[in-house]
């Protein structure tokens, strides 16, 4: 029987079957950071319990940290207890911390595969719901609530039912101004938010292998977008590449001992599917959403649809996008002004994001009255980034330069959306309210779309200034 | 397990809350989640969408004090914040009846004893219909037999095995479970490759 990557992990990862049908599940990675771990550290306590392999735990501090000053004690003082207790718990538990002045905090998402931590074969676990993002490197990785971190942390395993497989095939090439996010938009706007509901994915075809790693994490990233919980690609050389030399992948002959058992992982040429569908690469334009959910999107040189032509499942949500956004059915999406640009978050915060977005925003200035700001996804992004002197094309460009965190993609530290202000944003979501305005608007694109609309002060189609 | 934590049958008043798709950032927005307990949640379920919509269900006199959520499609997509779960508790709500539910959420609600069960949509429509009609009537979750009673229509729903058993065997916190394998979670430890230096 020819297995998959998850068929492969699941086995060797199963405890046993527990008496719901579920199996138990150990996990060989565990992720915490401060906003879904304090509840759960005092559930240990209360039940009298340790860290059952603190080693296999790794913290950092990320969706509450601000960007602009990162001095303790922070002005926030939710957040500064939030940081405290964080810093408390992995002292009392011996957890080891990416705290501020590590040099190797940032998005926790970031952080894993930038510290060679994520590696394939693995089951990765973190109480955030983009975790998927590991799976671009072999790994079966997946959020979880706070209830299963204490589960974790007490036991190292879960209790989860095996999903089913879905294999999505990118074939061909992009074109120039096309990235991973215009990619993994047009699978969510196809397959839909719940499409992926029970279901992991398996990203493949000829357009995702030729992808960089940095490109493979942002489509793994949100896989959660379009309902399923973890999205893989299978382990191959430019996997085994990014992780040579980072500071927790093995090293010397160890490495080239693990190669050998990553490849072993992958799926089987003659693997099955619960399902398979593919995309033509080559016909994937940049993409804008116009909605309140990622499934909502369109290609940049086409029209708002009518909520007429919706799925009947469908329209009322469409109907009440509209409202929300205050956009008209066949108004085109290109021209829409904008108020903020943000490059950032753990979709799209990488020094490859960075490098796309400068290569658009250099030697031009950010229209009057637009915001702008970069958040680096971790203190190694920015500190790669301004070796290279992205920087300070930013800054000349009218951007401002900050520290990293997950900023304005949730808006749970200072940097937030006011009032009915419409972002032009390289994160994940635009639900409603998401960026920290209740009635603040979210169009989600990629870094590169993020520059060019900032530049022209509208949604335009970066190919124009690529050229 | 002790048998306050069984759930066999939900029996309580219904709330209806139409829509699909609805994310755990409008259940409970982000800047709610700072802080360190969950203690307080409940006051702040759907706050946006609640200053935003003066007519939303969780502000109406007559829904105050049900404890059945009627909700349409994909409920609880996005955020793994178990936070939504749990302001939904907090304010009251004991199961909740839907479309459907996005998988993150599902769990989480289990994990807190909270059964979220599935009927067809067109059950849906009725049960939001029949709840906003007559608010002070009962519905009835049966776990057990996966149905949803109200009044003399029983309909039939779905819950996934493993969390029907939980629920109902009471062990829906997983832990005490999962620590029963003791040494058999060292004997899969030492067969990773990655956890002896590959």
């Known amino acids: ?467 | 397990m002790s048998g306050d934590s069984v759930r066999r049958q939900i029996v309580g008043r219904g709330i209806p809350l139409p829509g699909n798709d609805i994310d755990t950032d409008r259940i409970i927005p982000a800047r709610f989640l700072k802080s360190v307990t969950f203690e307080g949640l409940e006051q702040h379920v759907f706050a946006d969408d609640r200053v935003q919509a003066p007519d939303h269900p969780f502000n109406e006199d007559r829904y105050q004090g049900a404890s059945i959520l009627v909700v349409g499609l994909n409920f609880g997509c996005g955020s793994s914040r178990e936070h939504a779960p749990e302001a939904l508790r907090r304010w009251g709500i004991r199961g909740i009846v839907g479309g459907s539910f996005a998988e993150i959420f599902f769990g989480n609600a289990t994990a807190l004893g909270v059964p979220c069960l599935a009927v067809a949509p067109k059950d849906v429509e009725w049960l939001m219909g029949a709840v906003a009609h007559q608010p002070e009537r009962e519905i009835v979750l049966d776990v057990e037999a996966e149905r949803v009673r109200l009044g003399d229509r029983t309909i039939p729903a779905r819950l996934p095995e493993a969390a029907r058993k939980q629920l109902l065997t009471g062990t829906w916190n997983a832990t005490a479970v999962l620590l029963e394998a003791g040494e058999e979670i060292a004997r899969v430890a030492q067969g990773l490759p990655y956890l002896s230096g590959y």
């Open chain 1, 1 to 467: 029987m020819d297995e998959t990557l998850l068929d492969k992990v699941w086995r060797a990862h199963t405890v046993k079957m527990l008496p719901s049908g579920q199996t138990q599940l150990f996990i060989g990675l565990h992720l915490i950071h401060e906003v879904t771990s304090p509840q759960a550290f005092q559930m240990l306590r209360e039940a009298g319990l340790k860290v059952r392999l603190p080693e296999r735990t790794f913290a950092t501090i990320d969706h509450i940290v601000p960007t602009a000053s990162q001095m303790r004690p922070f002005g926030d003082l939710l957040a500064e207890e939030m940081t405290v207790h964080l810093v408390r718990n992995c002292q009392e538990f011996d957890i080891r911390l990416f705290d501020l002045n590590s040099g190797m905090q940032g998005i926790v998402h970031v952080i894993g595969p930038e510290l060679g931590l994520t590696q394939p074969g693995m089951t990765i676990a973190c109480g955030d719901s983009h975790t998927s993002t590991h799976g671009a490197l072999g790994a079966l990785a997946f959020g979880i609530g706070t209830s299963q971190v204490r589960d974790v942390l007490a036991t190292q395993c879960l209790a989860m039912a095996k999903p089913k497989l879905r294999q999505i095939r990118v074939e061909g090439r992009l074109a120039r101004g096309v990235y991973a996010k215009d990619v993994i938009l047009s699978i969510i706007q196809r397959l839909g938010v719940k499409g992926g509901v029970g279901y992991a994915y398996e990203y493949a075809g000829s357009a995702v292998e030729a992808m960089a790693m940095e490109e493979r994490l942002t489509i793994c990233n949100m896989s959660i977008e379009g309902g399923a919980r973890a999205g893989y690609v299978n382990p191959d050389a430019t996997t085994f590449d990014y992780l040579r030399g980072r500071p927790f992948a093995p090293q010397g002959e160890a490495f080239d001992r693990a190669v050998a058992w990553w490849r072993s992982m992958a799926t089987a040429p003659g693997a099955t599917f619960d399902d398979v569908v593919t995309l033509h690469g080559g016909s994937i334009q940049p993409v804008v959403t116009w909605g309140i959910n990622p499934g909502q999107s369109v290609g940049v040189g086409d029209r708002i649809p009518n909520p007429a032509q919706a799925p009947e499942t469908d329209r009322a949500a469409w109907t009440e996008a509209l409202a929300f956004m205050d956009f008209k059915p066949g108004q085109p999406i290109a021209g829409t002004r904008i108020d903020v640009a943000f490059i950032g978050s753990c979709t799209n915060a990488r020094l490859s994001d960075l490098r796309s977005a400068a290569q658009v925003a250099r030697g031009r200035k950010v229209a009057k009255g637009v915001r702008a700001l970069v958040v680096p996804g971790s203190q190694a992004v920015a500190a790669a980034a301004e070796a290279e002197g992205i920087h300070v094309i930013f800054q000349e460009a009218g951007f401002e330069w900050r520290k990293a965190g997950c900023s304005l993609c949730l808006g749970m530290n200072e940097d937030k959306l006011k009032g009915r202000e419409i972002c032009a944003s390289s994160s994940n979501r635009n639900f409603k309210g998401r960026q920290g305005s209740p009635m603040g608007r979210t169009l989600l694109m990629s870094p590169a779309m993020v520059a060019a609309a900032s530049i022209a002060g509208e949604v335009v189609d970066v190919r124009e200034l690529l050229r």
